[in-house]
């Protein structure tokens, strides 16, 4: 196991409803990413904090939008969720720096309905 | 654009097997490249990692991942396949220039299925 949990484990939400997904980083970690991956894809990247700022974003809407708190835990929340937010949602701590590797939890799966 | 290209959709081998899942990378300067590896219902687990040095990456449960910068490769290896280590694997690149502290790119997964 990599310290790092995420929680809900799976959640269903109707289309046009808020979620907030949570997620707790490897001690000692101070950079969260957040990927989303869909069906039979790779995660692609939503984005990243570092020191509780933004530090880096994907190709994704200002619907989706997180926050990182000073123990490094982190959310993710989307408004006005769409059926095509359906996905696997993980969390992804590490160190900051380029060499290093990210450690994931074990993922939320939303399904939007 | 950095990108990551896994042409396998799925590899078939048989229990004491080697196997070999494929990755190739386009990069602009060097490239940091990562293994991981996803079991149903679960996230990523690190296997390896290539920064720099030898071309020959050792990882974990006995993986390794060799690097071949002129073929732009970096496909992941075992000598002897288990039928444990079936599952999802990706290959993944730091993204170098997206403004982030390096966040990662990754292919689209390779299916690996070990038989008995």
């Known amino acids: 196991e990599t310290g790092v949990t995420q929680s809900p484990t799976h959640l269903i939400k109707t289309r046009g409803q808020q979620v907030t997904l949570r997620c707790s980083s490897q001690?000692?970690?101070?950079?969260v990413s957040w990927y989303q991956q869909a069906l039979g894809q790779g995660p692609q990247f939503i984005f990243q904090?570092?020191?509780?700022?933004?530090?880096g974003r994907g190709n994704f809407p200002p619907r989706f939008s997180g926050l990182q708190f000073p123990n490094y835990s982190s959310e993710l929340n989307v408004n006005a969720l769409e059926l095509d937010d359906s996905a696997l949602y993980l969390c992804?701590?590490?160190?900051?720096?380029?060499?290093?590797?990210?450690?994931f939890g074990q993922g939320t799966r939303l399904t939007v309905v | 654009a950095q990108s990551v290209a896994q042409p396998e959709d799925q590899v078939n081998v048989a229990e004491g097997n080697p196997l070999t899942v494929k990755c190739t990378y386009s990069?602009?300067?060097?490239?940091?490249l990562f293994w991981y590896v996803q079991y149903p219902n679960r996230g990523l687990q690190f296997l390896l990692k290539y920064i720099t040095g030898d071309n020959l990456v050792k990882g974990s449960y006995g993986f390794e991942a060799e690097f071949n910068k002129s073929q732009t490769s970096f496909h992941l290896k075992k000598p002897s396949a288990l039928v444990s280590d079936s599952a999802l694997y990706f290959c993944a690149v730091r993204d170098m220039w997206g403004g982030s502290q390096g966040n990662l790119i990754f292919g689209k997964g390779t299916k690996l299925s070990v038989k008995p």
């Open positions: 990069v602009s300067g060097n490239p940091y």
């Open positions: 992804a701590s590490s160190q900051v720096g380029v060499n290093t590797e990210a450690f």
């Open positions: 904090y570092y020191r509780e700022e933004e530090n």
């Open positions: 001690s000692g970690h101070n950079t």
